[in-house]
């Protein structure tokens, strides 16, 4: 006849292997839009998970503006410098000019009276100090200038790592199987 023999066994039943999906770091708070359910059979590359990525979108857009402003005041930043330069440059020329100009009236000392040749060295004087002048003017406005275009770069290196990040928040806002298996 017939013959049933049974067995009771106590235990665990694992997995063999397990991998983790984690929701991605970068992308601040999240919405799930879609999730696969316990027990779901996946294949690999099936979308487990799907996150809202308006947020992400509008952040991205706004970082993306950023970025196009920082390039600009880099851009006036160095054009501003320029125009600077030119000006101070131009001032130093008519400086140097203005001390030969000087030194020569000074030259003719010997000819008109001592007044006339003590006016003409402190002529000389003078505009050997409006040169000294504009020369230290010219060294500050190019430090400065350099400093403003630098801080616009530190800026504009933000809002670039900035449109990288969220980009790569984007990347992950869809969760995919890594492999086959149950959910």
Known sequence: GEFIDSLQFRGQVKALKSLTIVAPAEAGDLQILKIAA???????GD???EFDKTKTEQD??????TLKS??????QARAQAHLTEEEDLTAVAKAKYDVEAA?????RGEIVSKIEGAEANLK???AEQELHQREEKLKSDRAVNQATIESKSEARKKAAYDVQ???RALTKMTLQA??????
Not at 178 to 183: K, R
């Open 60 to 65: 991205l857009a706004q970082y993306r503006s």
């Open 47 to 49: 979308t487990i998970v």
């Open 103 to 107: 030194k020569l009236d000074a030259s």
């Open 38 to 44: 316990d027990g779901t059979q996946v294949s690999q």
């Open 178 to 183: 890594p492999s086959a298996g149950i959910i």
């Open 165 to 167: 990040r969220a980009e």
């Open 124 to 126: 000389v004087s003078d």
């Open 70 to 75: 920082a390039d600009a005041e880099i851009e």
